[in-house]
């Protein structure tokens, strides 16, 4: 920040300010082939839903589900219903994470947004 200096060389992938910039732009060589992009893309469109009515109701739904914190959700390791929960202690102790109902055998958690 500001007017500090580092102790060490820098590394070639940490920059200052807009540095990021020119260090994106200095890659030359293609990470894919044409070939390659050709297979993604269509992999990609094989995967998509046909434009509908249905399909962009559908879609506003589960962003208003997901925007949502007293949505039901589900646990995406085990399938169980996922629930608000208080962090106890720590760091961190009173604010709210989603927990897995599934506890202790399943511990996946989610920021409770």
């Known amino acids: 920040m500001g007017d500090s200096r580092c ?3 820098m590394p070639p992938n940490v920059t200052q300010g807009l540095g990021y910039i020119r260090y ?3 890659f030359r060589e293609p990470v894919f082939s044409e070939e390659q992009v050709r ?34 959700r589900s646990c995406p390791a085990c399938g169980s219903p996922m629930l608000i929960r208080n962090v106890r202690r720590g760091a961190r102790a009173g604010q709210r994470f989603w927990g897995c109902s599934g506890y202790p055998k399943c511990r996946v958690t989610r920021e409770a947004g």
């Open 7 to 9: 102790k060490t060389p």
């Open 24 to 26: 994106i732009k200095s």
């Open 39 to 72: 297979g993604l893309v269509s992999l990609l469109e094989s995967g998509r839903m046909r434009p509908s009515l249905e399909t962009h109701r559908n879609h506003v739904t589960n962003l208003k589900k997901r925007a949502d914190p007293t949505a039901e």
